[in-house]
């Protein structure tokens, strides 16, 4: 039987990077919201803006990426009950409230909002079926993939999500008959992040080899950086694709960049932070959450100026403390902890 490998710092430390990253995301979004702001000239809130969208990515390419370094060709038993248990109930409890807000406050309008929301992933919390869609992939085919070379899954899978991706913005029929016979939120299917899912399993296959490799060629995940950004900018400039989501096709690269020279930094210096440790323990409750209270905290942020800097700072800070304030209240009973799932940091 498998056992898991030692947990890695660098993961732990790049999961709460990736937390912080979509909170600051939804406040930029909040302060374009509230604040009157010339986009020609202050650029740079463009910039760090779709720089920021990488983070839902990251966090979904952690999830395979552990599973398949720790468990590379089987899963161990009592592994999806597990995670029934401790991620997909948290997403149900969280999804009812958040789908309570948005209704009319009667039975009948919050069950309907329910099952858009949270059986059919129209909301933030998408991820989280995302990511049980890679646990059954793993399940399914992870034995096969262990047994191939990385370089055609690779290059199929990203073929595969950038049409399906391309498709969907610009041809208006693939759009029309996604939405037509997909039950689920166009976010949710598996085509939008099959690459990702190639790439962190074999990420976790080969992860001390690629990352030994890259420990004194650091100048390569720096430069794909660079590079697949400027490809981002130049589609956005360009190309006018201008839409603000995290499953752009033009993402797809520079994600999967970012993760490599987080991950190639942190283990080249040997950076270690208990704060962003612990934030990384309550992320998968902090992205649950942090839409619930994010907009009560727009006027208070604004007392202290309409500075984009002060005001992200400030509302990121204000948000994360409030959701590991509610997970440390809430871990405290056993029936309240199934909103939060387990957090180790509080065991």
Known sequence: ????????????????????????????????????VDLTSDQYIVFIRYALLCSTPIFILISETLISRSYPTKLPKGFFRKRLRYIFIPYVLIGAIVSYRASAKDWTSFLEVFTHKVV?????????????????????IGKYLARVKPIIPLILSFIISFIHIYSYVHTPGYKEFIETNFPFWYRVHIFSWLFYFVVAFYIGQYYDRIFSFLNNKIWIPIAATIFSYCLILYDIKV??????????????????????????????FNYNSKMLVMISHFSFFIYLTHMITISYFVRLSLTFGENFFSYVIIMVFLTISTSIGWAFLFYQTKLTQFFTGRIKYLD
């Open 1 to 36: 039987m498998n056992t898991p490998k030692q947990h890695l710092n660098e993961i732990n430390i790049i999961r709460a990077i990736a937390c912080i990253f979509v909170v600051a995301t939804h406040a930029i979004s909040n302060y374009l919201k509230n604040v009157e």
């Open 120 to 140: 059919f992933g129209h909301w933030y919390g998408f991820f989280v079926l995302v990511i049980f869609q890679f646990y059954i992939l793993h399940w399914l």
């Open 239 to 268: 190309r006018g694709y201008t839409r603000i989501s995290s499953d752009r096709y033009d993402m797809m690269l520079f994600a999967v960049c970012v993760f490599f020279l987080l991950v190639a930094l942190i283990r080249k």
